[in-house]
Protein backbone atom coordinates (compact mmCIF):
# COMPACT_ATOMS: atom_id res chain seq x y z
CA UNK A 1 0.00 0.00 0.00
CA UNK A 2 2.91 2.11 -0.12
CA UNK A 3 2.71 5.64 1.53
CA UNK A 4 -1.04 5.47 1.90
CA UNK A 5 -1.75 6.09 5.31
CA UNK A 6 0.33 9.44 5.21
CA UNK A 7 -1.59 10.42 1.91
CA UNK A 8 -4.76 10.00 4.19
CA UNK A 9 -3.54 11.51 7.52
CA UNK A 10 -2.43 14.54 4.90
CA UNK A 11 -6.53 15.40 4.65
CA UNK A 12 -7.69 18.06 6.87
CA UNK A 13 -9.45 16.63 10.11
CA UNK A 14 -12.92 16.14 10.19
CA UNK A 15 -15.74 14.90 12.80
CA UNK A 16 -17.01 12.12 11.20
CA UNK A 17 -13.80 10.04 10.81
CA UNK A 18 -14.07 7.64 13.13
CA UNK A 19 -17.68 7.02 12.19
CA UNK A 20 -16.15 3.43 9.72
CA UNK A 21 -16.42 -0.14 9.88
CA UNK A 22 -12.55 -0.47 9.48
CA UNK A 23 -10.81 -1.96 12.42
CA UNK A 24 -7.45 -3.53 11.22
CA UNK A 25 -5.45 -2.89 8.40
CA UNK A 26 -2.03 -4.39 7.51
CA UNK A 27 0.85 -3.94 5.37
CA UNK A 28 0.93 0.14 5.34
CA UNK A 29 4.45 0.73 4.94
CA UNK A 30 3.57 3.66 7.78
CA UNK A 31 6.16 4.98 10.20
CA UNK A 32 5.34 4.71 13.99
CA UNK A 33 3.77 7.90 13.98
CA UNK A 34 1.62 7.28 11.12
CA UNK A 35 0.23 4.14 12.65
CA UNK A 36 -0.32 5.89 16.02
CA UNK A 37 -2.06 8.95 14.37
CA UNK A 38 -4.36 6.86 11.92
CA UNK A 39 -5.63 4.98 15.47
CA UNK A 40 -6.36 8.25 16.80
CA UNK A 41 -8.47 9.86 13.90
CA UNK A 42 -9.91 6.56 12.80
CA UNK A 43 -9.86 4.30 15.55
CA UNK A 44 -8.05 1.47 13.32
CA UNK A 45 -5.41 -0.60 14.42
CA UNK A 46 -2.15 -0.55 12.07
CA UNK A 47 -0.50 -3.89 11.94
CA UNK A 48 2.48 -3.76 10.43
CA UNK A 49 5.56 -6.80 9.18
CA UNK A 50 8.18 -6.69 6.61
CA UNK A 51 8.31 -9.37 3.99
CA UNK A 52 10.02 -9.53 0.72
CA UNK A 53 7.61 -10.23 -2.11
CA UNK A 54 10.10 -12.85 -3.70
CA UNK A 55 9.29 -15.17 -0.73
CA UNK A 56 12.68 -15.75 1.04
CA UNK A 57 12.71 -13.09 3.63
CA UNK A 58 10.18 -12.04 6.49
CA UNK A 59 9.84 -10.32 9.77
CA UNK A 60 7.69 -9.92 12.28
CA UNK A 61 6.65 -7.54 15.11
CA UNK A 62 7.03 -8.84 18.64
CA UNK A 63 4.81 -6.82 21.39
CA UNK A 64 8.16 -6.13 23.74
CA UNK A 65 10.03 -4.44 20.24
CA UNK A 66 10.49 -0.93 19.90
CA UNK A 67 7.60 0.86 18.14
CA UNK A 68 9.74 1.78 15.13
CA UNK A 69 11.36 -1.44 14.27
CA UNK A 70 10.16 -4.21 12.43
CA UNK A 71 11.22 -6.59 14.36
CA UNK A 72 13.78 -9.57 15.36
CA UNK A 73 15.06 -12.19 12.55
CA UNK A 74 12.76 -15.33 12.94
CA UNK A 75 14.29 -18.37 14.13
CA UNK A 76 16.12 -20.04 11.18
CA UNK A 77 16.29 -17.39 9.06
CA UNK A 78 20.09 -16.15 8.59
CA UNK A 79 19.39 -12.56 8.32
CA UNK A 80 22.07 -9.57 8.03
CA UNK A 81 22.83 -6.27 6.83
CA UNK A 82 25.91 -6.01 4.05
CA UNK A 83 27.77 -3.58 2.66
CA UNK A 84 26.87 -3.63 -0.78
CA UNK A 85 30.44 -2.44 -1.48
CA UNK A 86 32.64 -4.54 0.52
CA UNK A 87 30.25 -7.48 1.30
CA UNK A 88 31.19 -7.18 4.63
CA UNK A 89 28.77 -7.17 7.65
CA UNK A 90 27.28 -3.99 8.96
CA UNK A 91 27.91 -2.75 12.81
CA UNK A 92 24.89 -2.97 15.08
CA UNK A 93 22.87 0.66 15.33
CA UNK A 94 23.78 2.95 18.21
CA UNK A 95 21.80 5.57 19.65
CA UNK A 96 21.69 8.35 21.83
CA UNK A 97 19.68 8.95 25.23
CA UNK A 98 16.78 9.57 22.69
CA UNK A 99 16.88 6.77 20.86
CA UNK A 100 18.51 8.57 17.73
CA UNK A 101 20.82 6.86 15.35
CA UNK A 102 24.32 7.84 15.66
CA UNK A 103 26.43 5.69 13.04
CA UNK A 104 24.06 5.58 10.35
CA UNK A 105 26.66 5.89 7.46
CA UNK A 106 28.49 2.32 8.64
CA UNK A 107 24.55 0.84 10.54
CA UNK A 108 22.91 0.86 7.47
CA UNK A 109 23.12 -1.79 5.00
CA UNK A 110 21.52 -4.03 2.45
CA UNK A 111 19.42 -6.58 4.29
CA UNK A 112 20.62 -9.82 3.13
CA UNK A 113 19.53 -13.73 3.82
CA UNK A 114 22.69 -15.52 3.70
CA UNK A 115 20.75 -19.23 3.16
CA UNK A 116 17.92 -17.48 0.93
CA UNK A 117 19.31 -17.95 -2.73
CA UNK A 118 17.82 -21.92 -2.70
CA UNK A 119 14.06 -20.03 -1.85
CA UNK A 120 14.21 -17.62 -4.32
CA UNK A 121 12.38 -18.94 -8.01
CA UNK A 122 13.65 -16.22 -9.95
CA UNK A 123 12.22 -13.82 -12.39
CA UNK A 124 10.03 -14.35 -14.89
CA UNK A 125 12.31 -13.93 -18.54
CA UNK A 126 14.17 -11.63 -16.23
CA UNK A 127 18.08 -13.15 -15.75
CA UNK A 128 19.58 -9.80 -15.21
CA UNK A 129 16.81 -8.89 -12.25
CA UNK A 130 17.89 -12.40 -10.91
CA UNK A 131 21.63 -11.62 -10.57
CA UNK A 132 21.17 -8.56 -8.66
CA UNK A 133 19.36 -10.86 -5.80
CA UNK A 134 21.70 -13.34 -6.29
CA UNK A 135 25.41 -13.67 -4.83
CA UNK A 136 26.16 -17.71 -4.05
CA UNK A 137 24.10 -18.42 -1.04
CA UNK A 138 22.82 -15.10 -0.04
CA UNK A 139 19.34 -13.36 -1.52
CA UNK A 140 19.41 -9.81 -1.18
CA UNK A 141 15.98 -7.87 -0.49
CA UNK A 142 17.16 -4.47 -2.01
CA UNK A 143 16.05 -2.93 0.92
CA UNK A 144 18.35 -1.25 3.55
CA UNK A 145 17.98 -1.62 7.48
CA UNK A 146 20.01 -1.35 10.25
CA UNK A 147 20.04 -3.29 13.40
CA UNK A 148 20.49 -2.78 16.97
CA UNK A 149 21.81 -4.92 20.08
CA UNK A 150 18.94 -6.69 20.91
CA UNK A 151 18.65 -7.80 17.29
CA UNK A 152 15.72 -5.59 16.00
CA UNK A 153 15.89 -4.53 12.16
CA UNK A 154 14.97 -1.23 11.60
CA UNK A 155 13.99 -0.03 7.54
CA UNK A 156 15.34 2.63 6.14
CA UNK A 157 14.90 2.53 2.59
CA UNK A 158 15.03 0.78 -0.36
CA UNK A 159 18.48 0.55 -2.13
CA UNK A 160 17.67 3.47 -4.65
CA UNK A 161 17.42 5.70 -1.81
CA UNK A 162 21.08 5.83 -0.92
CA UNK A 163 22.33 8.56 -1.77
CA UNK A 164 26.62 9.38 -2.05
CA UNK A 165 27.35 12.52 -0.33
CA UNK A 166 30.82 13.89 0.97
CA UNK A 167 31.86 10.14 -0.47
CA UNK A 168 29.85 8.82 2.43
CA UNK A 169 26.51 6.35 2.18
CA UNK A 170 23.46 8.06 2.88
CA UNK A 171 20.00 6.73 3.81
CA UNK A 172 17.03 9.34 3.15
CA UNK A 173 14.76 7.10 5.07
CA UNK A 174 16.03 8.27 8.32
CA UNK A 175 16.31 11.59 7.27
CA UNK A 176 12.08 11.65 6.03
CA UNK A 177 11.73 10.20 9.51
CA UNK A 178 13.32 13.54 11.41
CA UNK A 179 11.51 16.26 9.14
CA UNK A 180 8.35 14.31 9.50
CA UNK A 181 8.50 15.83 13.46
CA UNK A 182 8.97 19.42 12.28
CA UNK A 183 5.44 20.99 12.72
CA UNK A 184 2.64 21.53 10.04
CA UNK A 185 4.71 18.82 7.57
CA UNK A 186 2.35 16.18 6.28
CA UNK A 187 4.79 14.42 3.66
CA UNK A 188 8.65 14.43 3.42
CA UNK A 189 10.67 13.03 0.56
CA UNK A 190 14.24 13.41 0.49
CA UNK A 191 16.10 12.19 -2.85
CA UNK A 192 19.24 12.98 -4.64
CA UNK A 193 20.65 15.93 -7.15
CA UNK A 194 23.39 16.03 -8.64
CA UNK A 195 26.66 17.76 -6.79
CA UNK A 196 28.52 20.03 -9.08
CA UNK A 197 31.67 17.82 -7.89
CA UNK A 198 31.06 14.29 -7.07
CA UNK A 199 28.47 12.40 -6.21
CA UNK A 200 25.04 13.57 -4.44
CA UNK A 201 23.48 16.45 -3.11
CA UNK A 202 20.54 16.12 -0.55
CA UNK A 203 17.14 17.59 -2.02
CA UNK A 204 14.48 17.57 0.74
CA UNK A 205 10.40 18.42 -0.63
CA UNK A 206 8.09 19.03 2.12
CA UNK A 207 4.56 18.97 1.63
CA UNK A 208 3.27 21.07 4.63
CA UNK A 209 -0.97 20.25 5.81
CA UNK A 210 -3.94 22.32 5.04
CA UNK A 211 -3.46 26.24 6.67
CA UNK A 212 0.89 25.44 7.86
CA UNK A 213 2.77 27.68 6.32
CA UNK A 214 6.81 27.13 6.12
CA UNK A 215 8.73 29.43 8.54
CA UNK A 216 12.69 29.14 7.32
CA UNK A 217 13.88 30.34 10.77
CA UNK A 218 11.90 27.80 13.10
CA UNK A 219 12.85 25.08 10.58
CA UNK A 220 16.50 26.21 11.01
CA UNK A 221 16.18 26.25 14.67
CA UNK A 222 14.38 22.30 14.47
CA UNK A 223 17.15 21.64 12.32
CA UNK A 224 19.73 22.40 15.32
CA UNK A 225 18.00 21.01 17.79
CA UNK A 226 18.48 17.51 16.35
CA UNK A 227 21.28 15.34 17.30
CA UNK A 228 20.96 13.21 14.76
CA UNK A 229 23.97 13.21 12.25
CA UNK A 230 21.66 12.44 9.38
CA UNK A 231 20.10 16.19 10.24
CA UNK A 232 23.56 17.59 9.76
CA UNK A 233 23.97 17.14 6.28
CA UNK A 234 23.03 20.53 4.38
CA UNK A 235 20.36 20.64 2.09
CA UNK A 236 18.14 22.19 -0.18
CA UNK A 237 14.51 22.26 0.85
CA UNK A 238 11.48 22.69 -1.16
CA UNK A 239 8.15 23.49 0.46
CA UNK A 240 4.76 23.11 -1.26
CA UNK A 241 1.08 24.16 -0.30
CA UNK A 242 -1.03 26.68 -0.55
CA UNK A 243 -0.95 29.77 -0.32
CA UNK A 244 -2.16 32.10 1.81
CA UNK A 245 -5.09 32.75 0.14
CA UNK A 246 -5.67 29.27 0.16
CA UNK A 247 -7.69 29.49 -3.29
CA UNK A 248 -4.65 27.74 -5.60
CA UNK A 249 -1.85 25.15 -5.13
CA UNK A 250 1.03 27.44 -5.50
CA UNK A 251 5.10 26.33 -5.79
CA UNK A 252 7.49 29.40 -5.75
CA UNK A 253 10.83 27.89 -7.38
CA UNK A 254 14.20 28.99 -6.91
CA UNK A 255 15.15 32.23 -8.31
CA UNK A 256 11.38 33.48 -8.03
CA UNK A 257 9.98 36.17 -5.51
CA UNK A 258 8.26 34.03 -2.96
CA UNK A 259 4.88 35.29 -2.67
CA UNK A 260 4.34 33.15 0.47
CA UNK A 261 6.31 30.85 2.71
CA UNK A 262 6.99 28.38 -0.15
CA UNK A 263 9.50 27.33 -2.10
CA UNK A 264 13.28 27.31 -1.74
CA UNK A 265 15.23 27.27 1.79
CA UNK A 266 18.95 26.75 0.86
CA UNK A 267 20.15 26.53 4.54
CA UNK A 268 21.64 30.12 3.99
CA UNK A 269 20.19 31.47 7.32
CA UNK A 270 16.99 31.70 9.34
CA UNK A 271 14.59 33.85 7.39
CA UNK A 272 16.00 33.24 3.86
CA UNK A 273 14.28 31.74 0.67
CA UNK A 274 15.93 31.41 -2.46
Known amino acids: MGRSLAYILARPEHPG ?8 CFGTEASAHDRAEFARRFGCTVIEGYGSSEGPVSVGRTPDMPPDALG ?8 AMIDPA ?8 RFDEHRRLLNAGKAIGELVHRQGAQLFEGYYKNPEAERQRI ?4 FLTGDLVYRDEAGYFYFAGRGGDRLRVDSENFAAAPVETILGRFPGVS ?3 VYPVPDPRTGDQVMVTLQMAEGASFD ?20 AVRTRG ?9 EDRQGAAPTSALGFWTGRGPGVLA
Do not use: I, T, Y
Not at 72 to 79: H, I, Q, R, S, V
Not at 135 to 138: A, E, F, L, T
Open 242 to 250: RDRAGDRDQ
Open 187 to 189: LAA
Open 135 to 138: RGDW
Open 17 to 24: ERDNRVSR
Open 72 to 79: PAPEGLDL
Open 216 to 235: PGAFAAFLAEQRDPAAEVGA
Open 86 to 93: SGEECPRA
